[in-house]
């Protein structure tokens, strides 16, 4: 039996590779339900197979490049990279006595970094955002010791899932699709009701409209915007340790 772990790191693993499976999830209940013999006699090893073909590597690194493109776009629509938003002072979700606490921590320990007040970054906002962007990588690399800080690499995870799961969206809805449309031709070529196959069927609509549902009720930029907020808020909490 291959490991997953021996081809990904828990990153990869949790946010790129888990969101690529999610798509195809649909696709393999649905081969599951109607195909349960074959699904069961092949799986296990069409399973090892794809992992030492490199096939789920290919599917991880597809994620991540959707994902990346995506997220540019979402930045434009948000106004900016979250980190930076919560560094500015005309930004509202963060009180301005923590703020102050975090901007003071990192002039003190960013080398040669000179943060913008309020007057300068309401004249220059375009510096300004550099002047946070600056503090922000120095911040990533100062805490990339999960031990140390292992909430802002649970948080970190939880984003690239949830960023990398958003991009893949339009595939998965098509899989989705087809899925249905399989099953529903499915049933129809089959005037008699055959229990071998019928209730897999209905167990695979059932799937397929209940992931749906998922994709389009839960998946969207607010559901990425959420977790951005959250990754953000806690790399910056971590000036306070």
């Known amino acids: 039996m291959v490991k997953l772990t021996e ?20 696709a393999l209940a649905t081969a599951a339900s109607l195909f349960p013999k074959t699904y069961e006699t092949m799986g296990a090893g069409l399973g090892s197979l794809a992992v030492t073909c490199g096939v789920l590597v290919l599917f991880a690194q597809v994620a991540r ?15 900016g990279i979250p980190t930076t938003v919560l560094l500015r002072h005309r930004d509202t979700n963060l009180d301005p006595i923590t703020k102050k606490r975090y901007h003071d921590f990192l002039v003190e320990h960013v080398s040669k970094l ?3 007040t309020a007057k300068e970054e309401k004249k220059n906002p375009v510096n300004a955002d550099n002047c946070y962007r600056s503090a922000t990588k120095w911040l990533l690399e100062y805490t990339r010791d999960r031990k140390r800080f292992p909430l802002v690499f649970e948080e970190n995870i939880n984003y690239g899932f949830q ?30 009701f055959d229990p071998s196959v019928g209730y897999g069927s209905f167990i695979s609509l059932g799937v397929s409209f209940v992931a749906l549902i998922i994709w389009i009720a839960v998946v969207s930029s607010d559901w990425v915007r959420d977790a951005s907020d959250a990754y953000a808020r806690a790399l910056f909490a971590s000036c306070d340790k």
């Open 7 to 26: 081809f990904f790191d828990t990153y990869s693993l949790r946010a790129r590779l888990r969101p690529a499976l999610l798509t195809l999830f649909p």
């Open 65 to 79: 490049y959707l994902g990346r493109k995506k997220e540019m776009k979402l930045y434009e629509r948000w106004g």
């Open 114 to 116: 000179k943060l913008p």
């Open 163 to 192: 960023r990398n799961t958003l991009a893949l969206k339009p595939i998965a809805l098509v899989i989705i699709a087809l899925c249905i449309s399989g099953t529903g031709l499915n049933i129809y070529m089959r005037p008699e």
